[in-house]
């Protein structure tokens, strides 16, 4: 049996044209019948550090007998110039989290994975308390299952009050041991009550990991890191797979 949650997350490879650049997680989201895959928004483009990628691949199992088998499906980022994803702002300025809509009729016909749908969003207004245990589901520095192309998972605890916006901005703070490639993981917290998950994939979906967060007045040399990560609040996803 492979747990559900495995197969939500993607490795995300991007590309310019043919030329290999980064890699990242994503992972799927199901809304309305239609399917997203979900990602860092800095993933997709970001100036400051001039990536530009033109299109990004995944990877789809395609055997639901054989986790050895997979294939890597190619999403384009651009049409006639203009960008096919979808990225949000609220009031604070932008939200670095991005989802484009995936063609299921281009799907391999046996793909096989699983999608967060609206029902296992976390409602920000609900009790989730300072230290909860999460999971971050990725590919940590590209790292994963070779053979069964299977993400691997770290522990997290909620670092800041879920209710309320650190510093004004849209993410809470997760304390996890997070390295590159794991920008655009889910961040979900298991359902222990199996009675009232939405169906067999009992987790809550509260937020995309994007970056580690570091204190402005670090010292390398006598300080360690803090281990903190902004994870930005899931429910923007509302926003994003809205139909246009």
Aim: net charge negative; proline share 5%; aromatic share 8%.
């Amino acid at each position: 049996m492979i747990e559900p949650i495995l197969l939500t997350a993607t490795r995300v490879l991007t590309f310019d044209g043919t030329r290999g650049l980064t890699n990242a997680t994503g992972f799927f989201f199901e809304r309305g019948g239609r399917l997203f895959l979900v990602t860092s928004r800095h993933v997709m483009i970001d100036k400051p550090s001039a990536h530009f990628p033109t299109r990004i691949e995944i990877e789809l199992h395609i055997d639901a007998d054989n986790m050895a088998r997979s294939a890597m499906f190619s999403i384009p980022l651009y049409q006639d110039g203009e960008g096919l994803w979808r990225q949000g702002r609220d009031g604070a300025g932008g939200v670095d989290v991005a989802a484009i809509e995936i063609d299921r009729a281009a799907l391999p016909p046996t793909a096989v994975y699983r999608a967060f749908t609206p029902r296992h969003l976390q409602d920000v207004h609900d009790d989730v308390e300072v230290g909860t245990s999460l999971v971050v589901v990725g590919f940590p520095l590209g790292f994963h299952d070779t053979l069964h192309h299977m993400p691997v998972v770290r522990q997290a605890v909620i670092a800041s009050s879920f209710g309320l916006r650190f510093q004004g901005h849209g993410y809470f703070l997760t304390d996890a041991r997070t390295h590159r490639g794991t920008s655009g993981a889910p961040v979900v917290m298991r359902i222990t009550d199996r009675a009232t998950a939405p169906d067999d994939l009992p987790w809550k979906l509260l937020g995309v990991h994007s970056a580690r967060l570091e204190a402005s007045n670090i010292d390398a040399q006598v300080d360690e890191v803090l281990g903190l990560n902004c994870a930005w609040y899931a429910d923007i996803l509302m926003t994003l797979t809205e139909a246009a």
